[in-house]
T-cell receptor, first 108, second 111 residues
Framework: EAGVTQSPTHLIKTRGQQATLRCSPI?????VYWYQQALGLGLQFLLW???????NRGNFPPRFSGRQFPNYSSELNVNALELEDSALYLC???????FGSGTRLTVV | GIQVEQSPPDLILQEGANSTLRCNFS?????LQWFHQNPWGQLINLFY???GTKQNGRLSATTVATERYSLLYISSSQTTDSGVYFC?????????????FGKGTHLIIQP
């Protein structure tokens, strides 16, 4: 079976712009988790989607939002980008957590 | 929330050496996983081990749930074992907070 896929691999944006990151979970998995790994801050829980609904969010401002589609793929949107949003964004499919290869977002 | 502490934070070894990485957690957990993060950032799942002992080749892991710790053993280290090893736990809340990660052990295997 295909694993968790994320796109794009790399993304460069200017401060103030919006970024959109995408994740497709393992086929049949309905839960998607988003994590941020910023330099020096470790892996931090961002958002949890299950069955099309946002179920929980971590300690992040409302600029971080997303959605889950009927096919359970998910989109993470980061509005009004700030320099400190530069990080590796990882998504995981739950059923024993399996991670995608991530999107490296750079804000300049 | 759950606290996850990993030790040591850094470890430098020669190829062929053995190592033990430790993970302590503050509450009872539903799930504990060990991951290896490769240089490109991908988290590779090594073990799903909420309790007991598992082995996979040169790697093995033991979790003592009643004492809230887990150990990852790497034997006969190879340079390809280098990277960051994370321990992560899921609390009893049914996955609402996903996994809580430790800060990782940065392992360098020198040839």
């Amino acid at each position: 079976e295909a694993g968790v896929t994320q796109s794009p691999t790399h993304l460069i944006k200017t401060r103030g712009q919006q970024a959109t990151l995408r994740c497709s979970p393992i086929s049949g998995h309905t839960s998607v988790y988003w994590y941020q790994q910023a330099l020096g801050l470790g892996l931090q829980f961002l958002l949890w989607y299950d069955e099309g609904e946002e179920r929980n969010r971590g300690n992040f401002p409302p600029r971080f939002s997303g959605r889950q589609f009927p096919n359970y793929s998910s989109e993470l949107n980061v509005n009004a980008l700030e320099l400190e949003d530069s990080a590796l964004y990882l998504c995981a499919s739950r059923g024993g957590y399996t991670f995608g290869s991530g999107t490296r977002l750079t804000v300049v | 929330g759950i606290q996850v502490e990993q030790s040591p934070p850094d470890l430098i070894l020669q190829e062929g050496a053995n190592s033990t990485l430790r993970c302590n957690f503050s509450y009872s957990v539903n799930n504990l996983q060990w991951f290896h993060q490769n240089p490109w950032g991908q988290l590779i799942n090594l073990f799903y081990i909420p309790s007991g002992t598992k082995q996979n080749g040169r790697l093995s892991a033991t979790t003592v749930a009643t004492e809230r710790y887990s150990l990852l053993y790497i034997s006969s280290s190879q340079t390809t074992d280098s990277g960051v090893y994370f321990c992560a736990v899921e609390g009893r809340g049914g996955g609402a907070d996903g996994l809580t990660f430790g800060k990782g052990t940065h392992l360098i295997i020198q040839p």
